[in-house]
């Protein structure tokens, strides 16, 4: 890779996004410092992240436990300070010790189970680790997480748990469909009032928006947006 050319690609491509998120901010009066961009990485090596980083990047996410320690690694190990990164994906209980103490923030939990599993390995390492809840809110059979009526019905143990402490929650949205997405994602910010009513705490973070949708998700009320493709694909066209 020619990396001069591609870090002005990078940094070309993030003043898109960025005047994209602040566009769709306007239209609806939202700030942009309410929005975080976390660059999903899981296509692209450390050197590539890296660049991202000099292109003005913040923060990055992946959605293997494995690829995040090893990129994390590399990072370091290049001299380089190393950001912040989340775990967004499917994760299974026996991986979740390597994250603690390295990941800032594990976005997709999915089940009860693996709640529990995630706080009683963080409070054994007394760590209290910062989470997000990951609906189901589209309802399709091929994704994960809590439906809104298991979220509900479980809150009470769920925010009970030692070792994690819940700042909101997550979704994907039906690809292809930004009339489906947003109906996502308003579900998702109502699914949200209704457990801050029902536990009395406060839950800002409203992870959703990917490549495809995101300026619909801003306007419904993303704080995190979850960028691969957009950030890192030449390739990669807007539709509108
Ligand atoms: C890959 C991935 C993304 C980013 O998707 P793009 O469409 O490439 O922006 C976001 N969230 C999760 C959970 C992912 O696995």
Redesign the pocket.
């Known amino acids: 890779m020619d990396a001069d050319r591609t870090f002005e690609f990078l940094k070309r491509r993030r003043g898109e996004i960025l005047s994209r998120v602040e566009r769709a901010c306007e239209r609806v009066g939202r700030e942009t410092s309410e929005i975080e961009v976390v660059c ?1 990485s ?2 692209v090596d450390a050197p590539m992240v890296m660049l991202a980083q000099d292109a003005g990047w913040r923060s990055f ?1 992946e ?1 293997r436990p494995q690829e995040l320690v090893r990129k994390m690694a590399a990072i370091a190990e290049a001299g380089r300070a190393v950001p912040p990164f989340d775990m ?2 499917n994760l299974q209980t026996n991986k979740v010790n390597s994250l603690i103490g390295r990941v800032r923030r594990i ?2 939990i999915s089940s009860l189970h693996l709640a529990r599993a995630v706080s009683e390995r963080a409070e054994r390492q007394l760590q209290e680790l910062p989470v997000l809840l990951e609906a189901n809110v589209s309802g399709e059979a091929s994704k994960s997480g809590f439906s809104p009526e298991e979220l509900l019905r479980d809150a009470e143990l769920v925010f009970s748990l030692p070792g994690i402490l819940i700042e909101g929650l ?1 979704t ?1 949205a039906p690809a292809g469909d930004l009339v489906a997405a947003r109906e996502t994602f308003r579900g998702l910010r109502g699914l949200r009032n209704s457990l801050e009513q029902e536990m009395g705490v406060p839950l800002p973070t409203l992870s959703c928006g ?3 949708d ?1 300026e619909v998700a801003v306007e419904e009320g993303a704080t995190v947006l ?6 890192f ?1 030449e390739g990669y066209r807007f539709e509108g």
């Open positions: 999903i899981k296509t996410g959605n967004v994906g976005q997709s997550m994907m990917m490549s495809d995101f979850r960028l691969g493709r957009v950030v694909d």
